[in-house]
């Protein structure tokens, strides 16, 4: 089984400069998570889709930010424009429809590593 | 709002050898999932082990345990028979709520030793 797949791995860019990762959950996982882990901290969810449809993104910075999954499947999440405390690992995770209650593994991918200067 | 601490920025262990990693937690839900993640230099996060917080009986996963004291709120890890494989960042993390959202700790670095 093909596990969850982000590009790119790694993206260098000036401060005010935009950028886009990438992600493929694994093939039937309706729920779709984005992450920045900033050095030295653990992950910090970002946005949470459940198919095409938002769960929460309390915690992701709309003024820069931005996030979609169309078709349910892959997703982006975009930064513009972008600003030195940016600089993080962003993870993509996904899972099996995330219901309250349920204890579906979120299973990672390899992750993008952004560095802006 | 749920919060989990992990006091031990990094710890050694030698090859073979057995060690423990400290967490404790909180959270207002009564149904919630404790978890264990190690991320190693890969970056990709990998899950070790998971205890339902209505279980009583520790979670176990080969060389890997859990010590779960609900009333305390803490969650340790012991990894026994320690390899060089185990050298990484190990995360615990709790889950639950109306979102089923992860909250990590700030993990601890593992080093193993020959």
């Known amino acids: 089984e093909a596990g969850v797949a982000q590009s790119p791995r790694y993206k260098i860019i000036e401060k005010r400069q935009s950028v886009a990762f990438w992600c493929n959950p694994i093939?039937?996982?309706?729920?779709l998570y984005w992450y920045q882990q900033i050095l030295g901290q653990g992950p910090k969810l970002l946005i949470q889709?459940?198919?095409?449809?938002?769960?929460?993104d309390s915690q992701l910075p709309k003024d820069r930010f931005s996030a979609e999954r169309l078709k349910g499947v892959d997703s982006t999440l975009k930064i513009q424009p972008a600003k030195l405390e940016d600089s993080a690992v962003y993870l993509c995770?996904?899972?099996?429809?995330?219901?309250?209650?349920?204890?579906?593994?979120?299973?990672f991918g390899p992750g993008t590593r952004l560095t802006v200067t | 709002a749920q919060t989990v601490t992990q006091s031990q920025p990094e710890m050694s262990v030698q090859e073979a050898e057995t060690v423990t990693l400290s967490c404790t937690y909180d959270?207002?839900?009564?149904?919630?999932?404790l978890f264990w993640y190690k991320q190693p230099p890969s970056r990709q996060m990998i899950l070790v082990i998971r205890?339902?917080?209505?279980?009583?009986q520790n979670a176990t996963e080969n060389r890997f345990s859990v010590n779960f004291q609900k009333a305390a709120k803490s969650f340790s890890l012991k990894i026994s028979d320690s390899q060089l494989g185990d050298t990484a960042m190990y995360f615990c993390?709790?889950?639950?709520?109306?979102?089923?959202?992860?909250?990590f700790g700030t993990g601890t670095l593992l080093a193993v030793q020959p």
């Open positions: 959270t207002s839900e009564n149904n919630y999932y």
């Open positions: 889709f459940q198919n095409n449809g938002v769960v929460d």
């Open positions: 993390a709790v889950r639950g709520g109306a979102t089923n959202k992860l909250i």
């Open positions: 093939s039937g996982h309706a729920t």
């Open positions: 205890q339902e917080a209505y279980k009583q």
């Open positions: 995770a996904s899972s099996l429809p995330s219901l309250r209650g349920d204890s579906y593994e979120q299973y």
